[in-house]
Nanobody, 122 residues
Framework: QVQLVESGGGLVQAGGSLRLSCAASGRTLINFDMGWFRQAPWKERVFVAA????????FVVDSVKGRFTISRDNDKNTVYLQMNSLKPEDTAVYYC???????????????WGKGTQVTVSS
């Protein structure tokens, strides 16, 4: 129904910034609530941020609040995650997800990208 491709990851020093992008095809993003998750090596995938279909509502987990911002541009069929003041513990593969409901858990999403690596050095 929808295909998602993440980009924008890379290697950055602690305190630096990155902007992740999630480009969608197959369906327009206005049909979906969107979320970002991350998975560190040898750990389970965890929720990071979510945004409603229109972009009017957003939520980010406490550990990144004030540092990360989720946004979307439905005309470009793209969702973004702006990451500032990065810490080594932010190192993970970041995944974009689309679903029919506004959710903070993985089962709330039906479609997933393959992920983009973010590495933060100390």
């Amino acid at each position: 129904q929808v295909q998602l491709v993440e980009s924008g990851g890379g290697l950055v020093q602690a305190g630096g910034s990155l902007r992740l992008s999630c480009a969608a095809s197959g369906r327009t993003l206005i049909n979906f609530d969107m979320g970002w998750f991350r998975q560190a090596p040898w750990k389970e995938r965890v929720f990071v941020a979510a945004i409603t279909r229109s972009g009017a509502g957003t939520f980010v987990v406490d550990s990144v609040k004030g540092r990360f911002t989720i946004s979307r541009d439905n005309d470009k069929n793209t969702v973004y995650l702006q990451m500032n003041s990065l810490k080594p513990e932010d190192t993970a593969v970041y995944y974009c997800a689309a679903g029919d409901t506004f959710s903070v858990v993985a089962p709330g999403y039906d479609h997933w990208g393959k992920g983009t690596q973010v590495t933060v050095s100390s």
